[in-house]
Nanobody, 115 residues
Framework: QVQLVESGGGLVQPGGSLRLSCAAS????????RGWYRQVPGKQRELVAG???????NYADSVKGRFIISRDNAKNTVYLQMNSLKPEDTAVYYC?????????WGQGTQVTVSS
């Protein structure tokens, strides 16, 4: 089992920045993917940014150039630095970790971009 604990959400004005953190614990040795998804009411959860153990990184087109995913392997933590935030970035953000046999989710953290 893998436990994911998120932090860093909140209310920010358009153009502002936030950093989300996701700390993993438990049986983390075979995780090959760490990422961030987001969801708004009535819509499917969508991938925002992902980082594979191979080193490859991908972003949703809507956040390219504004969001940065990074990892601190010593702390088993993944970060999502969100810059130039827009009202359409408002959502619940979920941390995700994947192993060959299982997928894990964090509890979700609300990000609201509003003036």
């Amino acid at each position: 089992q893998v436990q994911l604990v998120e932090s860093g959400g909140g209310l920010v004005q358009p153009g502002g920045s936030l950093r989300l953190s996701c700390a993993a614990s438990g049986s983390i040795s075979n995780i090959y993917f760490r990422g961030w998804y987001r969801q708004v009411p009535g819509k499917q959860r969508e991938l925002v940014a992902g980082s594979r153990s191979t080193g490859s990184i991908n972003y949703a087109d809507s956040v390219k150039g504004r969001f940065i995913i990074s990892r601190d392997n010593a702390k088993n933590t993944v970060y999502l630095q969100m810059n130039s935030l827009k009202p359409e970035d408002t959502a619940v953000y979920y941390c995700n970790a994947q192993q060959a046999s299982a997928t894990y989710w964090g509890q979700g953290t609300q990000v609201t971009v509003s003036s």
